[in-house]
Nanobody, 122 residues
């Protein structure tokens, strides 16, 4: 499986963006998917995860109630809908995949996309 993230950009505070992560291969439906983000000089942090069925979702406290992760297994794509954006959401966002079960730990994910920049202006 190869992952490609896109959809980032520049948005004003209070606005919204939707990130997409497209996966190649026929085993997408067996992977739990997650989004992480990283600011220069800081460690990559967990944002959201979704189980391979889509039945379980998990969020960092900092984005809970504002971001929604979802997936479409027919399209091999996972999404991150980001609403009520804040300047502190500015980061490079990465999608990641691991077999079946979600995790909030980046070390548990073996497959990563290339990252997409999100910049939120105040």
């Amino acid at each position: 499986v190869q992952l490609q993230a896109f959809g980032g950009g520049l948005e004003q505070a209070g606005g919204f963006l939707r990130l997409s992560c497209a996966a190649s291969g026929r085993t997408f439906a067996t992977y739990a998917m997650a989004w992480f983000r990283q600011v220069p000089g800081k460690e990559r942090e967990f944002v959201a995860a979704i189980s391979y069925t889509g039945g379980g979702t998990y969020y960092a406290d900092s984005v809970k109630g504002r971001f929604t992760i979802s997936r479409d297994n027919a399209k091999n794509t996972v999404y991150l809908q980001m609403n009520s954006l804040k300047p502190e959401d500015t980061a490079v966002y990465y999608c990641a995949a691991r077999g079946y079960y979600t995790s909030t730990r980046q070390d548990d994910y073996g497959l990563w996309g290339q990252g997409t920049q999100v910049t939120v202006s105040s």
